[in-house]
C-alpha cells in the first residue's frame, strides 16, 4: 500500500469512529495502524488492538464518571493510609479491602473517637469500590436532611430515596458530631429502610450505634439501628487522634515564613 492509500485509509478510519462515538479508539489508530503496517500484523490483530484500546478508555472514563459522582469529600485512598498506625486490626482491614461484604449485601459500622482514621478509612473503601467498577453514593447526615427538605415540597423524597439505592456501597460519615436534625433523621432511616438486604451501608461514627439515641429520637434510632446491625460488620477504632498528633509534631501545617 502506497503512503497516500496508507493516509487515505487513516482519514477514513477517523471519520468512522467519529461516526460511531469511539473517541478512544479514534486517538491510538494512528500509532496502531502504523505500528500494524511496519510490524505486519494480522488484520484481526489490528482490530483486537483499537478494540481493546476503545474498550479500556470507556472502563477508564466510566470509573472517573462514577468517582465524581460519588461526591467524596478529600480524595483519600488507601495510597496515602498508613495501615500499621490504625487501631483497626490488619486482618480486618485487609478482609474489608476486598469489598467481598459488598457484594454480599452487607453493611459496615465505624466508630470510635474523632481523629482515629474512620473517614478516612472510609472514604478509601468507596475510592477502592469505585476501582472494582460498582458505584457509590457518598453523604454526611445533614445531607440527607437537605435531600429530604428539597424533594419534600412536590412529596418525591421516596424517588429520591430510590435513585440512592441504585449505588451499591452508599456511606454516611461522621454520625454523632452533631444532633440530628429531624429531616436528616427522617432520611436517615428511609434509606436504611430501602437499602436493608438489597444494597450496603457503610457508616463512620463518634457514636456506637446503639447511643443513636442520643443524637435522634429514640424510635426512629431504634427501628433505623435494627435493620443497619443486621448482616453488619461493626469495627471499633481507638487511640488519639491523628490530626492532634500531626499539628503537635508540625506535621499537616503551612509554615508562615516563605
Known amino acids: ?27 491510538a489508530a494512528p500509532e ?6 511496519s510490524q505486519r500484523w494480522d488484520p484481526a490483530e489490528a482490530l483486537r488492538v483499537l478494540l481493546e484500546e476503545e474498550a479500556e478508555g470507556r472502563d477508564t472514563s466510566g470509573r472517573e464518571m462514577r468517582r465524581s459522582q460519588a461526591g ?12 500499621a498506625a490504625s487501631s483497626i486490626p490488619q486482618a480486618t482491614q485487609q478482609a474489608l479491602r476486598t469489598l467481598e461484604w459488598v457484594t454480599r449485601r452487607e453493611n459496615l459500622v465505624l466508630c470510635g473517637p474523632s481523629g482515629t482514621g474512620k473517614s478516612h478509612f472510609l472514604e478509601a473503601l468507596g475510592q477502592q469500590a469505585i476501582d472494582f467498577d460498582l458505584k457509590v453514593a457518598w453523604f454526611k447526615l445533614e445531607d440527607l436532611g437537605n435531600l429530604m427538605q428539597r424533594h419534600r415540597i412536590d412529596d418525591s423524597h421516596t424517588r429520591a430515596i430510590k435513585r440512592v439505592t441504585k449505588a451499591d456501597l452508599i456511606c454516611i ?9 429531624g429531616d436528616a433523621t427522617e432520611g436517615f432511616f428511609r434509606l436504611i429502610d430501602a437499602a436493608y438486604e438489597r444494597r450496603s451501608l457503610a457508616v463512620s461514627s463518634n457514636l456506637h450505634p446503639s447511643s443513636f439515641d442520643q443524637i435522634m429520637p429514640k424510635t426512629l434510632a431504634t427501628a433505623a439501628v435494627d435493620r443497619l446491625l443486621h448482616h453488619a460488620h461493626v469495627v471499633l477504632t481507638d487511640g488519639d487522634s491523628f490530626r492532634l ?3 503537635t509534631n508540625g506535621k499537616g501545617m503551612t509554615s508562615l515564613n516563605h
Open 173 to 181: 460519615d461522621d454520625i454523632g458530631l452533631l444532633p440530628a436534625s
Open 72 to 83: 467524596f469529600p478529600n480524595h483519600k485512598t488507601f495510597h496515602t493510609w498508613n495501615e
Open 245 to 247: 498528633a500531626e499539628a
Open 1 to 27: 500500500m502506497s503512503s497516500g492509500s496508507h493516509e487515505a485509509l487513516q482519514g477514513q478510519v477517523e471519520k468512522l469512529a467519529r461516526r460511531l462515538r469511539l473517541p478512544h479508539l479514534r486517538a
Open 32 to 37: 496502531v495502524l502504523a505500528t500494524a503496517r
